[in-house]
């Protein structure tokens, strides 16, 4: 069965891209593909030119799972990231602290994902995703099973940290005023096999705080996204 048919997507450096559309788009086999982690039956991505064939140094990757190990403590996970790249643990363990400090985990560093909440184990992943200073983040439906207020916290979040490094960060969604929130521009995905249809710019400025989603502005991008989808049948008008 076909995934992904006749995509072409340019992602460009330090902005915030969301993928966006129904189950079974193939949103996250577009951004495994972009990771190197699924290898491609035609076509190609390249990465400066160059064709990526297996995960790239430089990306970060947080999945729909944290994929936390349950036989390691919080901050033992989030140092995994250290080591696939070959780096001390006495080096980096300072960064990863910061990192658990800025994510209201500090006080957790040595407990273990079994007695953590599903939101607290989903900041334990983007806290490792980060560590080693990623040039791309890729993160697939990261907040997808999260409680909306933990959702909403962890969306403001990730909207600041994206903007202090200019990362670049390619975000699955299926949920329209997330992608609006967060996104530079969104990439508007179709039924399988999955074709991106229409690339959207959004027109608000930064720094968004959450108070914009009450904002009439706000209300108008996710209604123009709603159009698109109801143009394609995935959504009722």
Known sequence: MTALAHVSLEVREGEFLSLLGPSGCGKSTLLRAIAGLDPLTEGRVLLHGAPVVAPPPGFGMVFQRDVLLDWRNVIDNVLLAAEFEGRPHREMQPRAMALLDRFGLAAFAHRY????????????????????????????????????????????????????????????????????????????MSAGPGRVVKIVEIGLPRPRPLSLREAPEFGREVARLRAIFAQLGVQKA
């Open 113 to 188: 994902p079994w007695e953590l909440s599903g939101g607290m184990r989903q900041r334990a992943g983007i806290c490792r995703a980060l560590l080693c200073e990623p040039e791309v983040i890729l993160m697939d439906e990261p907040f997808g099973a999260l409680d909306a207020m933990t959702r909403d916290d962890l969306n403001g979040e990730l909207a600041r940290i994206q903007q202090e490094g200019k990362r670049t960060v390619v975000f699955v969604t299926h949920s329209i005023p997330e992608a609006v929130f967060l996104s530079d521009r969104v990439a508007v």
